[in-house]
Each structure stands twice: as structure tokens, then as C-alpha cells.
């Protein structure tokens, strides 16, 4: 695994010294946000490597205080090892094992661009407000009782109960309404499924399964109803979703002032933070490499 934004003396200490310690040879996101939080300047100090609990206490740890080391790099690094990553699906199961919240966070940008795939006219709003309100619960100010209800009613609103009716009729002869309800019946339980994952216990299930329907419902919007060609465009938009959740990272509240923003509180605000963040780590790693 390269990572361009981490010394290479720093990533042989932090992560492969101690890979090689606990006899394990794959480095999780913990391990690679304790590794960009570091500087060569501590490696003489007795320190013990020992990875955060959660990204933004890795971001205000006092390794990343004495190095002076900014929240994007730390971002930026995190970004590159889910794109290092077999899936999108592999990467929200990394980071729901690492920073539950962080994950859930990620999870909504993924169900959120499923949305792009519902044609025009089919009412999506409680799905987008199940993914508001899951936001809210990532920033302290909706409780899981209200998350719960919101991914609740997505899944109980009209233009989803007729998109399942419309996917269990047959596969063959499938009109085109019967492909139009494909892609709701995915993109709403994409929805779903990110809001689940805040109020489960066993939140890397719900992380992989809201990526799976997400690209589900991307795959719909490409290939013809049935399976012809489908695994192999599923697999495609599996990977492209790693993006997504490199980009959400980088949009993740760090503290009041983002919090206050109400980040992603429209969906054109969501695509420009998302945009922005691409082209800051594009940036980043070009700078990175250029050293």
C-alpha cells in the first residue's frame, strides 16, 4: 500500500513495525490516521503507537498537536486508503469497524448519490430527510429515536411501496416502469440502510448493504432490466463509490464551526462540498508526490 502523504520513515514505525508486532499484514484506517497524524521529529521519542478511537480524536491528539499537523492531511491520507480499498463496500466496513460515526457519515454521502438515479416526478423526500436526519444525529442534534423514524417513513412512503410492488412482478418482459421502480426500490433502501446503521449495534452490516443498493441503483440506470452485464457494472459503480466516501470524509464535522454550517443541508450544498473535496485532494497528492 503507497500512501503519498505519510513519510516513509514515519509509515515503517507507525504502521509497519507494528503490523509486523501483532503478526498482521493489513493496515486499517486507525493505523493510517495515527500514521499521517505523526512527523519524523517524534520517531527518537519513547512513544507508544497506539491508534485513536475515532478521527477527530486522532485529529486532536497531542502527536498531531506537537507536529503541527493539519486536519486535511490526516483527511487526505484516510481519502487514499479507502481508494486503496477493494470497494466502497470495504471501505465503510473499515471505517464502521474504526469510528462509527465517521462511518455513518460516509454511509449517507453513498445513499445520497443513489438519489441521482430516481427519475423526475417520484417523490423522494423522506429518503433525502432520512439522510438529514442521520446527518443530525452525526452532529449531535437529532437523537436515534428520531433517525429511527425518519429511515422508518422512507421506507413507508408511497412512491417506495409502489416501487416494490412494481420490482416483485417478473424479471422477464420488464417494462420500463418496472426499471424506473428498480432504481427507487435500491436508492430508497440505500437511504434506509444508512439511517439503520446509526441506531444498529452491528453497524458494518448496514454500511456494506447501503452501498451495495446504491450501486445497485446506479446499475439500474445503466443496464438493461435483468442480469445481462449487471455484475460486472455493479462492481464497476462499487468501486467508482469509493470516491464518494473519500470525499465525505473530507466534509466530516470537526467541530462547531463546521458543525454549525449545516453541512449538506441541501443537496446543491452536498455536491459542491463533495466536488471542492475531490479537487483539494487531487491537489493534496500532486503537492505530496512533487516533494
Not at 126 to 137: H, M, P
Request: hydrophobic share 45%.
Amino acid at each position: 500500500m503507497n500512501i503519498s502523504g505519510i513519510d516513509k520513515r514515519v509509515w515503517k514505525a507507525v504502521v509497519v513495525d507494528q503490523l509486523a508486532a501483532k503478526g498482521q499484514r493489513t493496515a486499517g484506517p486507525a493505523l493510517v490516521a495515527l500514521a499521517a497524524s505523526a512527523c519524523p521529529e517524534l520517531l527518537d521519542e519513547d512513544i507508544e503507537w497506539k491508534p485513536y478511537a475515532s478521527l477527530l480524536l486522532t485529529e486532536r491528539s497531542d502527536i498531531a498537536h506537537q507536529c503541527g499537523t493539519p486536519e486535511l492531511q490526516i483527511r487526505n491520507v484516510l481519502g487514499e486508503w479507502v481508494m486503496s480499498q477493494e470497494s466502497a463496500r470495504t471501505a465503510l466496513e473499515g471505517l464502521a469497524r474504526w469510528d462509527k460515526k465517521l462511518s455513518v457519515w460516509c454511509s449517507c454521502a453513498v445513499s445520497e448519490s443513489a438519489l441521482e438515479y430516481v427519475p423526475a416526478g417520484i417523490d423522494v423526500d423522506t429518503a433525502f430527510e432520512a439522510i438529514e436526519t442521520t446527518r443530525a444525529w452525526v452532529r449531535g442534534r437529532a437523537g436515534l429515536k428520531k433517525v429511527k423514524s425518519a429511515g422508518a417513513n422512507a421506507v413507508d412512503s408511497d412512491a417506495f411501496l409502489e416501487a416494490v410492488s412494481e420490482y416483485q412482478r417478473s424479471y422477464i418482459g420488464a417494462s420500463a416502469s418496472e426499471r424506473t421502480s428498480h432504481k427507487v426500490y435500491h436508492a430508497v433502501l440505500s437511504c434506509f440502510d444508512s439511517s439503520r446503521a446509526a441506531w444498529s449495534t452491528s453497524v458494518g452490516a448496514y454500511e456494506k448493504t447501503s452501498a451495495s443498493h446504491a450501486a445497485s441503483a446506479a446499475t439500474a440506470h445503466t443496464v438493461s432490466f435483468g442480469m445481462t452485464g449487471w455484475n460486472s457494472r455493479h462492481d464497476l459503480e462499487m468501486r467508482r463509490l469509493r470516491k464518494v466516501v473519500a470525499a465525505a470524509i473530507i466534509s466530516y464535522p470537526s467541530g462547531d464551526t463546521i458543525a454549525s454550517r449545516g453541512l449538506a443541508a441541501n443537496r446543491a450544498l452536498a455536491a459542491g462540498l463533495a466536488g471542492a473535496a475531490l479537487g483539494a485532494s487531487a491537489m493534496y497528492a500532486i503537492k505530496s508526490r512533487s516533494k
